[in-house]
């Protein structure tokens, strides 16, 4: 993170609005799991994410968001992005760099990275949503934004993702949107 404090949801939220991006933010009580979420988000329709925080040994950090019943095999998507061995990032890293506790990583945590310290590897399926749920650097509210919105996201910030397709088992290269 640069030396500018971390964004808040509201000030994430303000962004989104200047950038006229439409977003619809629904409060709950937090979660921290995928499995708290699924109990917890009721009527809160669209695709939810797991998001992973991972790093090498060359200090090379990525945040993986993928659909939430994913499986990811970490050793397929390391030869997929061409990188070292991957591991999760500890949560004093993941603050350093997203401005953001472990239970609240989303893509909108990107807002916090000045120094494009993280890239984003974005699960395909993402991009066609029509509605697609995220945590606006919180865990007790979640966000939905469409895909096509998620990604003017990225384009707004200069900090585009790189697109998997997760239903290809091939390995193959990533898309750089």
Same mark, same amino acid.
Do not use: Y
């Given at each position: 993170?640069?030396?500018?404090?971390?964004?808040?949801?509201?000030?994430?939220?303000?962004?989104? +609005?200047?950038?006229?991006?439409?977003?619809?933010?629904? +409060?709950?009580?937090?979660?921290?799991? %995928?499995?708290?979420?699924?109990?917890?988000? #009721?009527?809160?329709? #669209?695709?939810?994410?797991?998001?992973?925080?991972?790093?090498?040994?060359?200090?090379? *950090?990525?945040? %993986? %968001?993928?659909?939430?019943?994913?499986?990811?095999?970490?050793?397929?998507?390391?030869?997929?992005? #061409?990188? *070292?061995?991957?591991?999760?990032?500890?949560? *004093?890293?993941?603050?350093?760099?997203?401005?953001?506790?472990? #239970?609240?990583?989303?893509?909108?945590?990107?807002?916090? $990275?000045?120094?494009?310290?993280?890239?984003?590897?974005?699960?395909?399926?993402?991009?066609? +949503?029509?509605? +697609?749920?995220?945590?606006?650097?919180?865990?007790? *509210?979640?966000?939905?934004?469409?895909?096509?919105?998620?990604?003017?996201?990225?384009?707004?910030?200069?900090?585009?993702?790189?697109?998997? $397709?997760?239903?290809?088992? $091939?390995?193959?290269?990533?898309?750089?949107?």
């Amino acid at each position: 993170m640069s030396d500018k404090p971390a964004k808040t949801p509201q000030q994430l939220l303000e962004a989104l +609005a200047e950038m006229q991006i439409t977003t619809t933010t629904t +409060a709950h009580e937090a979660v921290k799991t %995928v499995a708290q979420n699924q109990a917890l988000r #009721g009527s809160i329709s #669209g695709l939810h994410s797991k998001n992973l925080f991972l790093k090498d040994k060359k200090g090379h *950090q990525w945040l %993986v %968001v993928a659909h939430e019943e994913r499986t990811i095999d970490l050793k397929a998507l390391r030869k997929r992005l #061409g990188a *070292q061995t991957l591991s999760f990032g500890k949560p *004093q890293l993941l603050f350093e760099s997203l401005g953001v506790e472990p #239970g609240s990583v989303s893509p909108f945590s990107i807002i916090n $990275d000045g120094q494009r310290r993280v890239q984003v590897v974005l699960d395909k399926i993402f991009t066609t +949503a029509d509605q +697609a749920n995220f945590h606006p650097l919180i865990n007790t *509210q979640t966000t939905a934004i469409s895909g096509v919105d998620l990604l003017k996201f990225f384009a707004h910030l200069d900090h585009p993702p790189l697109i998997i $397709d997760f239903d290809c088992a $091939d390995i193959t290269p990533v898309e750089n949107t």
